[in-house]
Every structure is written in structure tokens, then in C-alpha cells.
């Protein structure tokens, strides 16, 4: 069973810019969360989607975005991007209900804003 | 407000002997817990999880217990291996509502080091 997968794996943008990141869940899976880890701020959530929508958020600004498609498979954009958006980007999935608490995460998106 | 708290940032143990990560949390909402490890330039991988409803539960080597009145959790791992070595993170989610299954309140990380 293919686990999940995020692409690109590495990525270096400029200020201003925006970027786009993808994650596959795993197949059967239909929510999709995502989250960032910084050295200072740990893990933190920034939104989750379940078939197709936007099911919890968090304390994020509104330049953190996200889609999920009919198959399951989500993006997220950050616009304009700042110095401090430079982080690991994690995407996790799961079945979204009651008694599937754990998420399985993909390898994570590097993102580096100079 | 870091509701989920891992107050060790690192941990030293021996190969063989009993390692234990330890995790506090002040939201009485939360109702699920896991733990998860992870490794330089990869993703968290579940390691194991605890309901509030339990206060202990066991997988192999790896033992959760959960302290409600105290807010407070710990992983045991025994006898711990070199492999263990890893960052190890607290998680909590609260499902009262049905809708939050995929959100995680994470705590900062304990840097698990096993020595041969």
C-alpha cells in the first residue's frame, strides 16, 4: 500500500513569491491535513480537508491556503511568501473518522525562503 | 499557549534499560493521545495511541499511560534499542464534536538517544 506522498520534496523561493505544494493520500483515505514544523514553533496545524472540504483550521494568516480534489489529493498555497515561511511542510492522512485517530505522514516539503 | 507539553527536550538512555518520554497537556477537551517518532528528513511515523476512556495500553515494547487527573502522559519503552533513537512527539486530539479527527496538537519533541 503506497504511503503518503508529498511533492516537491525540496523547494527555494524568494520573498514575495507564492508557492504550491501537493500531497497523494493514501488510497482510501479521504482527509487531509496539513501541518508545519519550525525548530521554534514545533508541529502546528494549519488546516484540515475532508472530501473536498475545508474541515478545521488553524491560527495561521489567510496566505495559507489549501484545495482538496474528488480523488482526495490536496494543495496548499502560501502567497507572498515571508523569511518565517521557511519550514518543513507536512501533509498527513486518514480516514477522517471515528476510530481512526492516528495520521500517517509523508516525508514533508522543505521550503526555503531567501 | 502550548497545550500540549514535553518538558524534556533530550533523553539518554542505555541500550536494554527502560526509556521514558513524558507529556503534560492543559485542555481537558482532548480525548485521544498518540505518540509518534520521528527521524531527521522524514516524516512523523505513528508509534502508538491511548483514549481517554484507558489509562494504559500496550504494543510490544511500547507502553502508553495516561494520568486524566494529572493531565498527564508518559511512553515507556523497553528495553530500548539503538534504533529508538529518534525525536519522540506527544500528540492530542479532541473528537467531542465529531470533526477534528485530523487535527493534532503536537508537543515540542524529546530528542531520544540510546547508547549501545
Not at chain 1, 501537493?22 to 508545519?36: F, K
Not at chain 2, 522524514?42 to 502508553?64: A, C, Q
Amino acid at each position: 500500500k503506497a504511503g503518503v506522498t508529498q511533492t516537491p520534496r525540496y523547494l527555494i523561493k524568494t520573498r514575495g513569491q507564492q508557492v504550491t505544494l501537493s500531497c497523494s493520500p493514501i488510497s482510501g483515505h479521504r482527509s487531509v491535513s496539513w501541518y508545519q514544523q519550525t525548530p521554534g514553533q514545533g508541529l502546528q496545524f494549519l488546516f484540515e480537508y475532508f472530501s473536498e472540504t475545508q474541515r478545521n483550521k488553524g491560527n495561521f494568516p489567510g496566505r495559507f491556503s489549501g484545495r482538496q480534489f474528488s480523488n482526495s489529493r490536496s494543495e496548499m498555497n502560501v502567497s507572498t511568501l515571508e523569511l518565517g515561511d521557511s519550514a518543513l511542510y507536512l501533509c498527513a492522512s486518514s480516514r477522517g473518522t471515528a476510530g481512526t485517530g492516528e495520521l500517517f505522514f509523508g516525508e514533508g516539503s522543505r521550503l526555503t525562503v531567501l | 499557549d502550548q497545550q500540549v507539553k514535553q518538558n524534556s527536550p533530550s533523553l539518554s538512555v542505555q541500550e536494554g534499560r527502560i526509556s521514558i518520554l513524558n507529556c503534560d497537556y492543559t485542555n481537558s477537551m482532548f480525548d485521544y493521545f498518540l505518540w509518534y517518532k520521528k527521524y531527521p528528513a522524514e516524516g512523523p511515523t505513528f508509534l502508538i495511541s491511548i483514549s481517554s476512556i484507558k489509562d494504559k495500553n500496550e504494543d510490544g515494547r511500547f507502553t502508553v499511560f495516561l494520568n486524566k487527573s494529572a493531565k498527564h502522559l508518559s511512553l515507556h519503552i523497553v528495553p530500548s534499542q539503538p534504533g529508538d533513537s529518534a525525536v519522540y512527539f506527544c500528540a492530542a486530539s479532541s473528537n467531542a464534536g465529531g470533526t477534528s479527527y485530523g487535527k493534532l496538537t503536537f508537543g515540542q519533541g524529546t530528542i531520544l538517544t540510546v547508547h549501545p
